[in-house]
């Protein structure tokens, strides 16, 4: 099996034209024509993931997150560079799927609905549809049943198995808006459609400060715990397809960030 291979069953899971025009998805590293036993998932190639990949001899690392980020140099002075030529030095490939992963039906924004447990998902301002007629788009919405917006934040801690989170409290919630990474642009559009509660990462102070104003419950659960839920289900996908590989799913990847 090739990395190409994968990568093409990849493509029917989260299509590159659903990617955002400034991201980066694909090969980013390596060669289509590496031939592959052992793919490692992670949510990003950093260097201790790389590492990983290469003690437990695969020839293929598979993230959310990109390889190549504004990098204008190869060497191993910065620790993309550094992470990068790891694995060219290695012959690992390093296949990922960003945004179009986000937006894709069943992608990141999917997983982390359903691991919060929410109702009736729909996607929320569709970018277009899929070959099957599915829509497509970063953000989704649901509903929950009539829940303190105290409660849910210990709800949503507990689903993503936060250390903290960040929020502020809101009306009581029914009708939640999830985004993960930094959707928390999105703030004022969701309030606009009538949702009670955005969960996302990456919030500045001053989108708290609005989210009070419009007495939206505004919960900041993590970068990596508002992700991370995906890669479990991708890892899953690839070894269902691929049942002569080895999938790896990444056991020394975690959230960087640690609360005192």
Avoid at 31 to 37: G, H, L, S
Avoid at 93 to 100: D, E, P, R
Avoid at 124 to 148: C, H, K, W
Avoid at 213 to 225: E, N, R, S, W
Wanted: charged content about 25%.
């Amino acid at each position: 099996m090739t990395v190409r291979e994968i990568y093409e069953y990849i493509k029917t899971l989260a299509p590159e034209y659903m990617a955002m025009e400034w991201d980066h998805v694909g090969l980013l590293c390596g060669r289509m024509d590496r031939e592959v036993t052992k793919i490692l998932v992670a949510l990003d190639p950093f260097y201790h993931v790389c590492e990983e990949a290469k003690s437990c001899g695969c020839e293929l690392l598979v993230t959310h997150h990109p390889s190549i980020w504004e990098l204008e140099t190869v060497n191993d002075q910065t620790i993309s560079g550094k992470s990068l030529l790891y694995l060219i030095e290695n012959g690992i490939s390093a296949l990922n799927a960003h945004t179009n992963l986000d937006c894709a039906p069943n992608g990141v924004n999917d997983r982390l609905a359903e691991v919060l447990g929410l109702r009736e998902v729909t996607v929320i301002d569709p970018s277009g549809t899929d070959e099957q007629g599915r829509a497509y788009g970063l953000l989704r919405g649901g509903v929950i049943e009539p829940t303190e917006a105290e409660r849910f934040v210990q709800h949503v801690k507990k689903q993503l198995g936060c250390t903290g989170v960040r929020y502020t409290a809101g009306r009581t919630i029914t009708r939640v808006a999830v985004g993960g990474g930094n959707c928390a642009n999105s703030l004022y559009r969701i309030a606009a459609l009538g949702y009670d509660c955005l969960v996302t990462a990456d919030c500045k102070y001053n989108t708290f400060a609005d989210a009070k104003d419009l007495g939206i419950t505004l919960i900041d659960a993590g970068h990596f715990q508002t992700e991370n839920p995906i890669c479990a289900y991708l890892a899953e996908k690839l070894q269902e397809k691929f049942s002569d590989l080895e999938v790896i799913l990444s056991k020394n990847h975690a959230d960087c960030i640690k609360f005192a």
